[in-house]
């Protein structure tokens, strides 16, 4: 697919609706080497990313479940079997993680959107190998008891559950913005002046 089709054609789908095959081997290695090839000023390699298939997959979300039933015992069974289903769908879910270097001159801002570029280029590649993808969050991205359970160590946080796979049904485009409405052209003349 041609780089700006691949940019312009490029939509997120729901991960309920991504089903097998996930990317074969061949495929997943051509994926993520593209997806780790994002800006990263002072070459820190601010994220790492842990793959969950077949039964991993499963044995994350029941514990999940079991982490929110824990802090939240009077949590509702449905919300609690949501959390057994999350990663139940799509035969592929990619964690991505920043890890971030503190007090560094390159600022953890800048860290975490390289960390998001690798999300985001996952994304990309799914889509340009003829896959869907959707880059979730959740209350499990924020939580210490999922950190935990994901070895993450004190300076690593989970930027996103990208769930891969094949979609199963063709999704219809959202509405994007205008891009006159996010673009404009800065002018001299017109900038505020400070004292």
Not at 63 to 72: F, K, L, N, P
Not at 78 to 106: C, E, M
Request: proline content about 7%; some cysteine.
């Amino acid at each position: 697919m041609p780089t700006l089709e691949t940019l312009t054609t490029r939509q997120s789908t729901p991960s309920r609706l991504l089903n097998a095959p996930a990317p074969d081997a061949a495929q997943l290695q051509a994926l993520l080497e593209a997806a780790i090839r994002v800006p990263d000023h002072g070459q820190l390699v601010p994220f790492r990313l842990l793959l969950l298939r077949d039964a991993s997959r499963i044995a994350f979300g029941q514990r999940i479940a079991e982490i929110h039933q824990h802090s939240d015992p009077g949590a509702p069974e449905k919300a609690l079997q949501k959390d057994r289903d999350r990663f139940n769908q799509a035969p592929l879910v990619i964690v991505v993680i920043a890890r971030l270097t503190a007090g560094h001159k390159v600022p953890e801002q800048e860290q975490l959107l390289s960390a998001g570029c690798v999300a985001y280029n996952i994304l990309l590649g799914a889509h340009a190998l003829g896959f869907g993808a959707q880059w979730l969050t959740g209350w499990a991205a924020y939580d210490a008891d999922v950190a935990a359970l994901l070895s993450l160590a004190a300076n690593e946080k989970v930027i996103g559950f990208v769930h891969v796979g094949t979609a199963a049904e063709v999704i219809p485009d959202r509405t994007r913005p205008v891009l006159e409405s996010v673009c404009g052209e800065w002018h001299p003349e017109s900038a505020a002046h400070g004292n």
